[in-house]
Every structure is written in structure tokens, then in C-alpha cells.
């Protein structure tokens, strides 16, 4: 009986040396696996081996996308808007006179507005496209753009 415990913990003791020794190895050699959780959740493991990498970049999902050009709005209204860079202006161009100036920031936008309705301000989210390009924007204030 004794002989039987002894042989299953030297059996045991094999295989976590055989561990040890498999992972140190593997640190030596950099095989490692990445994980990758994107912006809705998801895992992406990729198995690598970390001495082929030089550079690791990450460049935000958010470019700037362009929303100059003429856009319809939920509530009547049509803007013209110009962008450069991350700044642009608007201008209704009808049924009201209102100028309008903000940022962008990814797919993050705010902007401030006064005319003949008054004055105010939103933050709102662009909503590309699967090739990428603007084509609704939602406001915090419930107006939508859209072109």
C-alpha cells in the first residue's frame, strides 16, 4: 500500500516538474497567447510568439470622419455643414436662420448653436457606414442627422 502512494505522488511529482518545466520553456522561447477584448465584449486570443513582435501599436477606432456636406435632420431642418479637422460650423439652411460650431472626437461629436429658435447645445455619436463614412448623426437632445 505504502509502495502504491509512493509511486502515485512520485507520478504527481513528474508531472508538475514536467509543467514547471514546459512553461519555463515557453516564457524562454516568448510563445505566449495575446487576448483581445473589444469594444463590445468580445475575446480574440491570438497564440504569438512575442519575440517576432517589435512594435505594438494601437491607434484609436475613432478617426475622423467626415461630416461636411448638406444633412437632413429629424426635426425639418437642413444643415450645411464644413469641417476642418476636428472643428467644423453649420448652417441651416432652411426653414431658420442658425449657425453652429463644435468638435470631433472619433465618433464622439459636440457642438453649440444659436439662431432664431434661441440657443443650446448637444454631444451626440456618428454613425458610419460599414465603408466607413458618416452617415447619421444621433444628439443627445434627440434630433438625428441624416444624409
Not at 453649420?90 to 453649440?112: C, D, F, H, M
Request: net charge positive.
Amino acid at each position: 500500500m505504502q509502495k502504491v502512494i509512493k509511486n502515485n505522488l512520485i507520478k504527481k511529482m513528474i508531472v508538475l516538474l514536467v509543467l514547471l518545466i514546459s512553461t519555463f520553456l515557453l516564457i524562454q522561447t516568448g510563445w505566449a497567447e495575446m487576448k483581445i477584448t473589444t469594444h463590445d465584449g468580445q475575446t480574440i486570443k491570438l497564440p504569438l510568439n512575442s519575440k517576432d513582435i517589435k512594435m505594438i501599436e494601437f491607434t484609436p477606432d475613432e478617426v475622423i470622419r467626415s461630416i461636411d456636406g448638406t444633412w437632413n435632420s429629424s426635426i425639418g431642418f437642413q444643415y450645411q455643414i464644413t469641417q476642418s479637422g476636428n472643428s467644423f460650423t453649420w448652417e441651416v439652411l432652411k426653414p431658420i436662420r442658425e449657425k453652429g460650431q463644435g468638435t470631433i472626437n472619433g465618433n464622439t461629436i459636440s457642438a453649440s448653436w444659436s439662431g432664431a429658435n434661441g440657443s443650446g447645445s448637444a454631444n451626440g455619436r456618428i454613425v458610419a457606414t460599414p465603408q466607413n463614412t458618416a452617415n447619421r448623426i444621433e444628439w443627445s437632445n434627440g434630433v438625428i442627422f441624416y444624409r
